[in-house]
């Protein structure tokens, strides 16, 4: 069975800082990676995807992920964070490479200071 | 870009109603929706899939006659919490799947808040 992993329940950055947001996946075949952002009481937006190709993605809102096959990785990183980055972020796989039934990590809580 | 919507945004009912929740694709059919559920300050876990014209398909664990899915139309999943008990409290959210952009990536709506006092 297909799991996710996020090891940070809890971050907390400086505005303009860089931030690194770790995801580890388990699944057996070429996965499709998602990254979704939820802010308090909202539902889930799209960052970013991977099925395949470049593992360097590009999201919105200056994120960016890279896929790393050898360490089953999946970070979400942004060179600059903002105050209203601060949100709840999620790393999600695919059930059989597709996009529709999706295995959630528990998320990562982003705090940031000014 | 492909919109779901839920309604409402937020519920409170007393223990022992039932509640019900619309999951609708504005702009696209969906013969497949999705429904999760989330705890507070936990990840959201799948609890089944709303199929248009058959039976919901449900994960392990989760009570059929608890929660009702209906997909009667290309539009339109509910789901309904029978019979609901403060344990049932939680945050609600469906997706969908547009089938003219593939396979790529599952819309949410917004998400309901059930509160049961």
């Known amino acids: 069975a297909q799991s996710v992993t996020q090891p940070d329940i809890h971050i907390t950055v400086s505005e303009g800082a860089s931030l690194e947001l770790r995801c580890n996946y388990s699944?057996?075949?070429?996965?499709?990676l998602f990254w979704y952002v939820q802010s308090p009481g909202q539902g889930l937006q799209l960052l970013l995807k991977y099925f395949s190709g470049d593992t360097l993605v590009q999201g919105i809102k200056g994120f960016e992920a890279e896929f790393k096959r050898s360490q089953s990785s999946f970070n979400l990183r942004k060179p600059s964070v903002h105050w209203s980055d601060a949100a709840e972020y999620f790393c999600?796989?695919?059930?059989?490479?597709?996009?529709?039934?999706?295995?959630f990590g528990t998320g990562t809580r982003l705090q940031v200071t000014l | 870009g492909a919109v779901v919507s839920q309604h409402p945004s937020r519920v409170i009912c007393k223990s022992g109603t039932s509640v019900k929740i619309e999951c609708r694709s504005l702009d696209f059919q969906a013969t497949t929706m999705f429904w999760y559920r989330q705890f507070p300050k936990q990840s959201l876990m799948l609890m089944a899939t709303?199929?248009?014209?058959?039976?919901?398909?449900?994960e392990q664990g989760v009570e059929k006659d608890k929660f009702l899915i209906n997909h009667a139309s290309l539009t339109l999943s509910t789901l309904t919490v029978a019979s609901a008990h403060p344990e049932d409290s939680s945050f609600y959210i469906c997706?969908?799947?547009?089938?003219?952009?593939?396979?790529?990536?599952?819309?949410f709506g917004q998400g309901t808040r059930l509160t049961v006092v």
């Open positions: 709303s199929n248009e014209g058959s039976k919901a398909t449900y």
């Open positions: 999600a796989v695919g059930e059989g490479g597709t996009a529709s039934k999706l295995t």
């Open positions: 997706s969908a799947r547009d089938p003219d952009r593939g396979n790529t990536e599952a819309f």
């Open positions: 699944y057996g075949a070429t996965p499709y």
